[in-house]
């Protein structure tokens, strides 16, 4: 398989313009650190004047020992190669985060699974809903504090303490 090359941003006019952004070269792609209240500026500025026009996911990781959510973008300049990542500190007690379906409207579904599996509130999304999980569905199944039985009742299934049939799910032994 052939190797993509590496395509860094030159971004000493972002540095310039918000000094509170925090940038570190990694071997693949460019990080940005961004503080929440900066998010929709330096998005809009990152697609409007990088080019950075395709949102290629939005993702988040629980870090308990931080007290905090991070919230990961994967931006890409499409057809060029180029890529970055953006990466918000957000409160675990709190997660919140302007939503950008104004800028990327296919951050419209990425933000409903964020919400649903992390928690994250996407102040001011259109149809913020659960997407993946039932909407009585209790908690956010990747949180690392979630536990299975829980009390939602969807991962408490009298059927499922029997034994399989044979030619069920495939996973016997």
């Known amino acids: 398989m052939k190797e993509r090359p590496k395509v860094l ?23 940005l650190w961004v503080p929440v209240e900066r998010l929709i500026e330096v998005m809009q500025v990152l697609k ?24 990961v973008y994967h931006l890409m300049a499409v ?17 919140r985060a302007p ?19 992390l928690g994250i509130i ?14 009585d569905f209790n908690g956010h199944p990747l949180r690392k504090d979630f536990t299975i039985g829980n009390g939602s009742g969807y991962l408490e299934r009298e059927d499922s303490a029997g034994p399989r049939e044979e030619g069920g799910r495939g996973d016997e032994a």
């Open 48 to 71: 409007e004047d990088y080019g950075l026009n395709f949102l290629a996911d939005l993702t988040g990781v629980d870090v308990p020992a931080e007290e905090a959510i991070i919230l």
């Open 122 to 135: 996407f102040e001011g999304h259109p149809n913020l809903k659960r997407i993946l999980c039932p909407d």
């Open 9 to 31: 941003l030159d971004l000493q006019g972002l540095k310039e313009r918000f000094p509170e952004v925090e940038v570190t070269e990694g071997i693949d792609m460019t990080t």
């Open 79 to 95: 057809p060029s190669a180029r890529e970055t990542r953006v990466k918000v500190k957000l409160p675990r007690g709190n997660p």
């Open 99 to 117: 939503s950008l379906v104004s800028l990327w409207p296919a951050a419209e579904v990425q933000e409903r699974e964020a919400f649903d599996l």
